[in-house]
């Protein structure tokens, strides 16, 4: 699977970390982060991953800032977008059983690399349920 990667300042550490997890699983990454801890504006680097999600360069996307919230207010701005925030497993699971989120997003101030490693690797072995959640993902379109 085709995976971006994106971040802003606050995560870099983070965003190799779960680069080098998702390489070692297999996958294929694009990073579209920051690459230093030099302050930078999550919003483009959110929409940056977002936008390649929905144009079909990668299959789903993963994004990361402080508290994976402005990161992901801004994925979610991107038509055909569906990213949730996920601090712990059973929101990732959920995230794709019920609303078919196509990205997710985590806080590097919130949770450590085993819990997003833990969390990526839930969310990347649930399937959508479809049934009364395809409509309900219908609505949101």
Known sequence: ??????????AVWLKNEIKEYLRNLGHEVLDYGAQTPERCNYAVYGKKAAQAVADGVA???????GTGIGISIAA????????????????????????????????ARIIGV???????????DAEFAGGIHLERVGCIE
């Open 1 to 10: 699977m085709k995976i971006v990667i994106s971040n802003d300042h606050s």
């Open 59 to 65: 299959d789903k996307g993963i994004v990361i800032c």
């Open 76 to 107: 979610n701005k991107v038509r055909g977008i569906r990213c949730a925030v996920c601090s712990e497993p059973v929101s990732a699971r959920l995230s794709r059983e019920h609303n078919d989120a196509n990205m997710i997003a985590f806080g």
């Open 114 to 124: 085993e819990m997003a490693k833990n969390i990526v690797s839930v969310w990347l």
